[in-house]
């Protein structure tokens, strides 16, 4: 790192006191990370393009790939986004909450999001978050806030405050430490066009619950003008080659197993119980702890098991078949 632009890295509190901090520096033009209820995230004012610029930079982030937009409420989102049925539908069942909605950008609107953020495009990704801290934040500073997963571009998601710290400290203004992320995926993105949707990027909404709510899906498009990060095929990689579907790990592989973790192998279960929504809280903090192990302990690879492909197993799948592309 260049000496020269080491920061000094304030650890926030999640409480008012830290809140109202990091929204002063939000405000100033600065970078904070801070936990959602997906991700972790390094958010900063989406009006400021010098901000927005610092975001891509801190992350080695390609300026092509436009950010989630953050706003408190739902009115706040039709300020930024053009109103249609089927948006202002999914966003009274599904907001505050994990769900992104990618929309065509308000040109006459009042608040200006930076060029930047959005990559110059047209439409607009935006995303009313549930986290509590997360909205303390947003209400307190009252602007929309960009915030891309708290990870170097292309490398593991961040979902726990000491993954964020060991990247970041030195390289952004403050960190807020909010413990671990709930729902450990991040967020579904869903496009609208023509009144159809479709998932651009599964997570803890799925095919199957906006189905149980009536909603008809489009079938996935092979769609090159889609900029989406979570959409190319190599993402959130591990230093160490990941070996998928594997029911039993070589003699020097580390094991991520769903289910309980077999007598005598060396690795960490991502649900002792079967369970897809704890297997998700803990993905990417047992990827990154066996990633240290792996390389400490010179192993060949991290072998996990099959993963069902249902609910936010899924979102799972996505990630760890981009993991080891
Ligand atoms: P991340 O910030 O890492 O959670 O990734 C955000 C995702 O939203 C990326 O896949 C972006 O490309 C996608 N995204 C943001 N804005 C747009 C947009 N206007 N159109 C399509 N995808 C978008
Ligand atoms: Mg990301």
């Not at 961040?158 to 990247?167: A, Q, Y």
């Not at 990941?242 to 769903?258: A, M």
């Not at 991290?302 to 197993?313: E, W």
Request: hydrophobic letters at 40%; charged letters at 25%; glycine letters at 6%.
């Amino acid at each position: 790192m260049n000496i020269s632009k080491i920061k000094k890295t304030e650890i926030l509190s999640n409480d008012d006191v830290g809140v109202k901090r990091a929204s002063d520096i939000i405000k100033a033009g600065g970078l904070v990370a801070l936990p959602t209820e997906t991700v972790y995230g390094l958010g900063a004012d989406a009006t400021n393009p010098k901000a927005i610029d610092l975001i891509y930079k801190t992350k080695g982030r390609p300026s092509i790939n436009p950010l989630i937009i953050h706003v408190f409420d739902n009115n706040y989102v039709f300020e930024i986004a053009d109103k249609n049925k089927l948006a202002e539908d999914l966003s009274s069942k599904f907001w505050p909450g994990p769900l992104t909605l990618i929309l065509n950008k308000k040109n006459n609107s009042k608040l200006k999001i930076a060029k930047n953020a959005l990559a110059d495009l047209s439409t607009i990704a935006v995303r009313v978050p549930a986290h509590p801290v997360f909205r303390n934040l947003l209400k307190k500073c009252n602007l929309p806030i960009a915030c891309p997963s708290a990870n170097f571009s292309g490398k593991l998601t961040t979902t726990r405050f000491e993954d964020v710290l060991s990247s970041f400290s030195g390289r952004i203004d403050a960190i807020i430490d909010g413990g671990p992320c709930p729902i450990g995926v991040e967020s579904t993105i869903i496009k609208i066009k023509n009144q159809k949707i479709s998932i651009l990027r599964p997570g803890k909404i799925t095919e199957e619950g906006l189905k149980a709510c009536n909603y008809s899906l489009q079938k996935k498009e092979n769609n090159k003008d889609i900029i989406a990060p979570g959409q190319l095929t190599s993402h959130y990689r591990p230093n160490t080659p990941l070996r998928l579907n594997v029911k039993k790990p070589k003699k020097n592989e580390l094991l991520l197993s769903f289910g309980p973790l077999p007598k005598g192998t060396t690795g960490i279960s991502l649900s002792e119980v079967f369970d897809l929504n704890e297997a998700a809280m803990n993905l990417y903090s047992s990827l990154a702890d066996l990633d240290e192990l792996a390389l400490i302990n010179s192993n060949d690879a991290i072998a996990i098991n099959t993963i069902p492909n249902s609910g936010i197993g899924i979102a799972i799948n996505d990630r760890l078949k981009r993991a080891c592309s």
